[in-house]
């Protein structure tokens, strides 16, 4: 193997790793708009919400604030797209 093939194996082995870091990080924010709109759904407020789910209250109303514009099917997908957008 040279010195080429070496590097690209190890770019490959990167990217992988990243890869994989992405998604997790990007279902954990799923999960997270999920729960929050069923809290939503449910009418409770930011405050709750966050005490609820051991997040800032800035996160939350973050996620309320894009969340609201999807009412009152709270398409997560929709939601999750245009959260990662802002960040």
């Given at each position: ?13 990167i990217g992988l790793e990243q890869g ?68």
């Amino acid at each position: 193997m040279n010195i080429l093939e070496v590097g690209i194996e190890h770019g490959k082995e990167i990217g992988l790793e990243q890869g994989k870091e992405i998604g997790k990080e990007t279902g954990e924010k799923k999960k997270l708009l999920e729960q929050v709109c069923k809290k939503m759904q449910k009418g409770l407020t930011v405050h709750e919400i966050a005490d609820m789910l051991e997040e800032p209250e800035e996160r939350i109303q973050e996620i309320c604030d894009i969340a609201e514009k999807y009412a009152p099917e709270y398409n997560t997908d929709a939601i999750l797209k245009e959260f990662l957008k802002e960040l």
